[in-house]
């Protein structure tokens, strides 16, 4: 469990410089404050005082004790204030002036294109308020727009000012749209060339120069110079990941993928995901939330060599050692030197235009490059996991349903006296994981939405939004956790107490429906070369036959101990390219809201498998066939199931997944949190 509180105040820097010596680290009380504002612009994280490994290995105490007693002084001083949002605004629009710009764009993203971004890089939260995970700002002279999708239609309303900002949805009001209707003709449009792919830019570009406007790149962000205290760059240890739990070499990883590129004539390939190179190098970090990965780039030869480009304070000796002298580390300023390098001589060099920003790729051509737009290459290996890696994910769902069960034993007794918050809930269910020892982290924040904040796809509550769960709602609860061996996702729709007379024959049909639709994407059937965009329709058919939908996708990948959100794979109604393989980890999520009402989703981790691993030969095939096994072990509230609207079949899914529940995690639990668990998972 997490303490970042001392057992002592600070001595001052003298008392450090002397502990400092007598270790022999080889450090200065200057080298730790500068190490500090790194790891303060980090997550506080599971371990708060791992971070001291990067002064030395196995510290004196009171060295160690000191070091945690600088970092909680530095944490209490008070961060310098900013102005409000108008302000944030009218500043931003100085800078635009001053570069001779008449509008701009900020996006969520950072330079890895990622869905956790550093405190640092939340250029959009910091400017409008909104804490989204996707959205784009616009800023012109005289109009702001803010751009977010269907999850955070509601949530950019109650977070970002009406006044200042036009609400638009993302795909239904195409950005460059707006930016014509918004600009004059001879305008010029800028956007950070670091934060937005090839693709975007291509696409953008061309679009405003039908209408007359430039797409200016611009060499520095005009939001970051008006932004008053922006935190630095973060700063967390990389630590190997055993490969018990990676189940394969990192040197072996890099052979076959480097064979791959050969192949192709291809010179090299760059990456810029961070798990992408986390799982290429089989180590981990903890530079963003919930994503358990160091911020960096690298470039993979076809000799199997790896250029890694980071901050070299991060590397601990043991994670030196765990690399080798086949990666090389160079400080991530070095960057554009290595593109510029790895071009020469017209080589061909790889670049996923989906995920590497413009500021990349422009490099490479004018260093003379031929760029091969193609996939990530580790994106395909990474989703498909190995024999080692679908153990421990297994093992880490059988530790995180119990965790589940022994929270729905509490709730199921604490929730219909009406006393309970949403951060009450939060609170426990994190106290429940962190009973484990295995346990890193939250693998996103917890979504806990009581009645209508339930219906807000993507809600994170806070002080501000805390809603009592009220005896006869609905309360939707999706967490996940990161575990050394394995990631997790799960969501259950609970009943507080009795469902309300007014609303229970609503909430049991709509509750069933979503039942429905995944109990009949959990026992598909495809061939293999199937893509998840062709099975989505089978979650959402018993909503359509209602006149009912969910404006979200039904399945996305997800990593092992790494991104909770992983690709190329996903199950959704936009079309997608890749078919679904063995060893596929996605989630079965479909749901239903009603503004203003409750939220409803149900979701398990699921993993592709031939069918022949699960269930023996289909009789009668003429084609490979693949299914999927459900991951996660934590029973569905019987009490929302509408018994009647179920099929025979239906209801069998139900009891026999139950069932294995019930078998799987009964040998962890308490005998009160057994027979609670007995009852749950009665058979319909």
Known sequence: ???AIPSAAYRGD??????LTEAGTGRSPADVRALLAGVLAAPEGEEPAAWTVLVGESLPPALADQLQALKAQLAAEAPTANPGPAQRLDDLRAALKRRDLDGFIVPRGDE???????????????????????GNAVVTTDRAAIFVDGRYTLQVRSEVPAELYEYRHLIEDPLADWIVAALP????????????TIGWVEKTRAALERAGILLVACEDNPLDSVWQGQPPAPLTPVVPQDEVFAGESSADKRARLADELGQKGIAAAVLTQPDSIAWLL???GADVPCTPLPLSFAILSADASVELFLDPRK????????????VRVRPVEEFGAALDAVARGSARVLADPTCTSAWIVDRL??????????GDPCALPKACKNAAELDGTRAAHVRDGAALVRFLHWFSDAAPTGTLTELEVVERLLACRRENERFRGVSFDTIAGAGPNGAIVHYRVTPETDRRLEPGSLFLLDSGAQYLDGTTDVTRTLAVGEPDPAMAAEMRDRFT????????????????GTTGSQLDVLARLPLWQAGLDYDHGTGHGVGSFLSVHEGPQRVSKVGNTVALQPGMILSNEPGYYKTGAYGIRIENLIVVQPVEELAGELAGAERPMLAFEPLTLVPVDRALIERALLSDAEAAWVDAYHARVRESLSPLLDDAARRWLEQATAPL
Do not use: C
């Not at 003298?14 to 502990?19: F, I, V």
């Not at 890895?112 to 996707?134: C, D, I, K, M, N």
């Not at 590397?315 to 086949?326: K, S």
């Open 315 to 326: 590397l601990a000796p043991q994670t030196r050692a765990h690399l080798g002298n086949r």
């Open 1 to 3: 469990m997490p303490s």
């Open 185 to 196: 003709e001879g305008g010029r449009f800028g956007f950070d060339p670091w934060l937005h």
């Open 14 to 19: 003298d008392a450090l410089a002397t502990l």
């Open 365 to 374: 051509h004018l260093a003379g490059a031929r760029v091969e737009r193609d």
């Open 112 to 134: 890895h294109q990622g869905e956790y971004v550093p405190p640092r890089a939340q250029r959009l939260g910091w400017l409008t308020g909104f804490t989204g995970s996707a």
């Open 513 to 528: 429906r979503v039942l429905k639709g995944h109990i009949a994407l959990s026992t598909a059937r495809f061939p293999r």
């Open 282 to 284: 089989n180590i981990r």
